[in-house]
C-alpha cells in the first residue's frame, strides 16, 4: 500500500517527462531534428505564462490560452519557417548542433525581451495554489495536491487529443504517412512541408504546456532546471525508441513512478542513494542507450533524402599554394608575438586575467577538435571529463603535497582513463545516440559525483596553488601567462600531428565511409575508442590548467555542463578541426562578453562625466541592464552554431579559403594582364 | 584438386520472413577468377555482405584460407586476406587518391600508431611509396595520384576503390558490380584492368555483375542466383548455355 502511494505520487512528474518526451518524438519523426531547444521553448511559454498572471495580472484562462496555445506555436512555426525546413537534408550531426545553438540562443533572447530578473514562485495552471484543498482520493491517507491533479488532468486531454488526431484527422494520417517515408508521402501528394510545420507547431505546444506545468515545481524560473528535467525525459523518448509515442508516454510515466518509489523506499542517509535520486533518469537514459534492444539496429531517422554528413574539406591550409601558406604563417607568428607582447606589457590585471582564462579554455577546446573535428562524435561531456581532470589534481596536490605539475600529469591520466572507461560502450553508439549518452554521462557526473566530498572537496571547492617552476613564481599572471602559452602550443603540436597523422587518416575515412574503412580493415570502434581517449585526456588537462588558474576547482565556476554545451555551439561554429579556431574561440569566450559589458557601460559612463548629455543618452543608459553583456554573447554564441549546417568546416575556416581564394583570384588576374600587356607589345611591330 | 580459398556451405539469410538466401553453398579457388549473376532482388549483395562479414547469416558456415572466419567482423575478415569494392561507390571525403591507397597500406602494416604520429611524423616511406606507385601504374591511376578522389569520374573512382582493396594485398577480392553506372567503353577499360590484376597479382577474385558479356570476358566459373538460391555452378559457358539460366536470367522463352 505504501509502494502503491508513492507510485501515484510518481504519476504527476511521469506525466511531464511524458509531455516532454512525446513532443520530441513528434518533431524527430517528422522532420528529424533531435530538438534539444525543447526546453528553451518550454522556458519562453513559461516566462510568458508567468508575466501574463503576475504582472499583466491577467485571468488564468487568457493567460493559459496565450502562453500555451498562441505563443508556443508561432515560435514552433517560426523555427520550422527561418530554420529546419532548411535542414531537412541536413545530417544529423548538423541539425543536433543547430538545436544546441537555439538551446542556448531562445532563453537569452526570452530574458532580453521580457527582462532578466528572477523570477520566484512561478504560478501554477490551475486556480487553487498548492494546498491542501483539493484531496485525492477522499479520504485517503496520500494526496495529489491541485497542480499535481492539473497536471494528470491535461496529460490524459493531450493524450486523447493525439489519439484523435492520428486516429481520425486527414492531417494524423498525412504525418503517419510522412513518418513512414517523407518521399513517399510527398510523391502521393502530401505536402510534407505543411505537416512538417503542423508537427513543429503542435510539438511546441506541448512544451509550452509542459514548461508552465512544470515552473511551480521550482523556487524560480530558470532554463537550467528545465533543460535538465528535458534530459531526463530523454529517457522516455529512448524507451520508445525515438519513434512509437504510446510506449514513450508509457516510458515518461514508469520513470515518474519509479524515480518516487525510488525516493521513497531507498534509504536517505546514504550518499550514493541521496545522488542515485536525482540522477536516476540520467542513469536510466545511459543505460537505456546502451542496453535497449533494437536501438543500434535501428537506422538513425532521417529523411531518405538526406545525404550522410558532409565530409569535412581539406583544411584550406593544404589546399592553398605555398607562398600564401608562407606568409600566412609568418603574418601569424607575427600577430601571435604582438599579441602576446600586448598581454605582457599593456593589458592590466582584468584583461590579462580574462586572456589567460581564454587561451586556458582553448586546450579545453583543442580536446574537442579531436573528439567532434577528427572522431565524428559530438561530445557533450568535455565539460565533465575536464572537471575530472581538475578534480584529480586538486584531490592529488592537496592530498600528498605533490608538485602541481606533476598533480596536472595525473589529472590527465585520470581523466583519460575514465573517457576510455566510458567510450568502450559509447562509441557503438551512432551520432545523435551517442550524443545523448555522453550528455547523460555529463548528467551523472554532475548529479552524483560532483557533491561527493572525495571527489569534489564536497561543499568548499579545494585550492590548487599556483606551480612555483625554479626560479619563476606562476601566481605572477604574466609568467602564469607564459606557461599557459607553452602547454597550448604543446597541445596544439600533438593535435595538429594526430590529425595529419596516421591517426587522423584513420579517424577520416571512418568519418566519411565506415563500410569502406571496415573494408581495408581499419578497427572502427578501437580507433574511436583511442581518439575519444585522448579527447578526454586533453580535457582533463585543460581542466587542471582552469584550476589552476581560478585557485580552486570549482565544478560551479568552471564546468557546469551546460557550459560546456556552449563550449561545443562555439567551437563547432568556428571549425571543428582547426586549432586557430580552438584558440580564438577560447579567447571569444571570455573576452567577448566582457568587451560588451565595456561597451554597455559607455553611454552610462558618459553621462556620468557630461552633466550636459542629451536626455536620450540618459534614457538609453537607464534600458540597459547588467545581464545584457552576457544575454547578447549567449545569444551571438548559440547563432553562431546555427550557421553550422552552411559550413560545416566552420566560419573560420569558410573565411580562410574565401579570402585565399580571393587573394589567388586577383594574384592570377593580375598575372595575366601583364601576360596580356607583354603579349599586345610582342606583337605590336 | 587444391583445397579452395573460400569456401561458404550451406548460407541462409532472413529478413523478418524473407528468405534472401536459402542453402547456398559456393566455392572460389586460388587465383580463380569466378562471378555471380542474378536478377535484381536474387540476393546477390546479402551473399556478398554475409561473406564478407557486413551481415551474419541465419545458418551456414563460410571458410576462407583454412579457417573458419564466422565470428569475424568485417575488418577482421580484411586484415585475413579479403578485400571489396561496392556497387555504390564508397571513398573517403577529403583524400587524395594516393591518400586512399596509403591509409589503405598503414591499415594492413600497422605502422604507425599514436607515438609515431607525435614524435616521429607521419610523412610516408619509401617503401610505402613504392607499393603505392606499383599500384597506381597497374591500373593507370598515376596522373590522377595527388587529385581529390572524390572530384575523379565514377569509372576512375572505381579504379581508386579497386587500387586501394589491392594494397590490402588480399588473397580474394570482392567486386560489387564493378561495371554498374559505366559505358561500354569505360566497362571494357575496367575489364581489361581486372585481367591485368589477375595476371600480375596471381589473387583470386569473385565478381557479382550484370553485364553478361563482361562475366564471359573474365570469368573462368559462374554461380547464378534466383530468389536467394543457387539455381546453377559450373565454368562459365556451360552455365549460360543451360536453359534454365537462360528462362531466369538471359530472358529466353522456353
Known sequence: ?685 | MTAPLLSAVGVTKRYAGIVALQNVSLEVGPAEFAAVIGPNGAGKSTLFDCLTGVQRPDRGHVHFDGRPVDGLRPAARARAGMARTFQRIELFGGMSVLDHLLVADRARTRRGGLLTDVFTGSRPSSDELDRCSAVLELLGLQEWAERPAESLTLGRGRLVELARALMCEPKLLFLDEPSSGLDRHETDEMGDALLRVQSERGLAILLIEHDVPLVQRLAERMYVLDYGELIAAGPTDEVLADQKVRVAYLGAST
Request: glycine share 10%; aromatic share 8%.
Open chain 1, 1 to 685: 500500500m505504501q509502494l502503491l502511494e508513492y507510485a501515484i505520487r510518481g504519476v504527476p512528474t511521469g506525466c511531464v517527462f511524458a509531455l516532454l518526451a512525446v513532443g520530441l518524438v513528434l518533431t524527430y519523426k517528422t522532420s528529424g531534428v533531435f530538438n534539444l531547444a525543447f526546453a528553451g521553448q518550454a522556458y519562453v511559454s513559461a516566462i510568458v505564462y508567468y508575466e501574463l498572471r503576475k504582472e499583466l495580472e491577467l485571468p488564468l484562462v487568457a493567460a493559459g490560452v496565450i502562453s500555451i496555445l498562441i505563443v508556443a506555436p508561432l515560435i514552433g512555426l517560426l523555427l520550422e519557417r527561418v530554420l529546419f525546413r532548411y535542414l531537412r537534408s541536413a545530417g544529423s550531426m548538423a541539425k543536433l548542433v543547430t538545436s544546441l545553438g537555439l538551446l542556448i540562443a531562445i532563453p537569452e533572447i526570452a530574458k532580453l525581451l521580457f527582462g532578466s530578473e528572477t523570477r520566484r514562485n512561478p504560478p501554477p495552471l490551475w486556480w487553487v495554489r498548492r494546498t491542501d484543498e483539493w484531496l485525492w482520493p477522499e479520504g485517503a491517507t496520500f494526496v495529489l495536491d491541485a497542480g499535481q491533479v492539473a497536471t494528470i488532468l491535461s496529460t490524459v486531454v493531450v493524450v486523447i487529443g493525439l489519439v484523435v488526431l492520428f486516429r481520425a484527422t486527414n492531417l494524423g494520417l498525412r504525418m503517419r504517412a510522412v513518418v513512414e517515408s517523407p518521399r513517399l508521402a510527398e510523391l502521393s501528394g502530401v505536402d510534407s512541408e505543411r505537416v512538417s510545420m503542423a508537427a513543429w507547431m503542435l510539438s511546441s505546444v506541448l512544451a509550452g504546456l509542459a514548461g508552465v506545468l512544470v515552473a511551480p515545481l521550482f523556487a524560480s524560473l530558470n532554463p537550467f532546471d528545465l533543460f535538465t528535467l528535458l534530459v531526463a525525459a530523454l529517457a522516455a523518448t529512448v524507451f520508445g525508441g525515438l519513434t512509437s509515442i504510446p510506449l514513450t508516454f508509457l516510458g515518461g510515466i514508469l520513470l515518474g513512478v519509479l524515480q518516487a518509489v525510488l525516493a521513497g523506499t531507498l534509504p536517505t542517509d546514504s550518499v550514493l542513494t541521496n545522488g542515485l535520486r536525482p540522477s536516476l533518469p540520467f542513469v536510466v537514459l545511459f543505460l537505456l542507450l546502451l542496453f535497449r534492444p533494437g536501438l543500434r539496429t535501428t537506422r538513425e531517422l532521417t529523411d531518405p533524402l538526406a545525404s550522410v554528413d558532409a565530409p569535412p574539406p581539406p583544411p584550406a591550409a593544404r589546399a592553398r599554394p605555398p607562398w600564401i601558406a608562407t606568409s600566412a604563417r609568418v603574418f601569424g607568428t607575427v600577430v601571435s608575438l604582438i599579441a602576446v607582447a600586448l598581454c605582457w606589457f599593456v593589458l592590466d590585471s582584468y584583461w590579462l586575467g580574462l586572456a589567460i582564462s581564454g587561451l586556458v579554455l582553448s586546450v579545453t577546446m583543442m580536446s574537442l577538435i579531436v573528439v567532434v573535428g577528427m572522431g565524428g562524435m559530438l561530445s557533450l561531456c568535455q565539460a565533465a571529463l575536464a572537471a575530472i581532470g581538475a578534480f584529480a589534481m586538486a584531490q592529488v596536490v592537496a592530498g600528498t603535497g605533490v608538485p602541481v605539475v606533476l598533480g596536472l600529469v595525473v589529472g590527465v591520466v585520470v581523466a583519460a582513463a575514465i573517457g576510455a572507461l566510458l567510450a568502450i560502450p559509447v562509441v557503438r553508439l551512432d551520432g545523435v545516440y551517442l550524443a545523448l549518452a555522453t550528455l547523460a554521462f555529463a548528467l551523472m557526473f554532475q548529479s552524483i559525483f560532483v557533491p561527493l566530498s572525495w571527489v569534489s572537496g564536497g561543499a568548499v571547492p579545494i585550492t590548487v596553488p599556483r606551480p612555483v617552476i625554479g626560479p619563476l613564481d606562476l601566481s605572477d599572471d604574466r609568467y602564469f601567462l607564459v606557461f599557459v602559452i607553452v602547454c597550448a602550443v604543446a597541445t596544439a603540436l600533438v593535435v595538429i600531428r594526430l590529425r595529419e597523422g596516421t591517426t587522423g587518416r584513420f579517424l577520416q575515412a571512418l568519418q566519411t565511409s565506415d563500410v569502406a574503412a571496415a573494408s581495408i580493415g581499419i578497427n572502427g570502434p578501437r580507433a574511436r575508442v583511442v581518439a575519444f581517449t585522448i579527447a578526454a585526456g586533453i580535457a582533463g588537462f585543460g581542466g587542471g590548467l582552469a584550476a589552476i588558474d581560478l585557485g580552486q576547482a570549482s565544478y560551479e565556476a568552471s564546468f557546469p555542463y551546460l557550459i560546456g554545451l556552449v563550449w561545443v555551439a562555439l567551437l563547432v561554429s568556428a571549425g571543428a578541426r582547426s586549432i586557430q579556431a580552438a584558440v580564438l574561440s577560447g579567447l571569444f569566450f571570455f573576452l567577448f562578453p566582457a568587451l560588451l559589458d565595456k561597451l554597455f557601460a559607455l553611454p552610462g559612463n558618459w553621462v556620468d562625466t557630461n552633466p550636459d548629455a542629451p536626455s536620450w543618452v540618459a534614457g538609453i543608459a537607464d534600458a540597459i541592464q547588467p545581464t545584457w553583456a552576457q544575454s547578447v554573447a549567449f545569444i551571438l554564441f548559440g547563432i553562431g552554431a546555427i550557421t553550422y549546417a552552411k559550413h560545416p568546416e566552420g566560419s573560420i575556416e569558410a573565411q580562410t579559403t574565401a579570402s585565399v581564394n580571393a587573394i589567388v583570384r586577383r594574384v592570377e588576374a593580375r598575372n595575366d594582364r601583364h601576360r596580356v600587356a607583354a603579349g599586345a607589345g610582342g606583337s605590336a611591330p
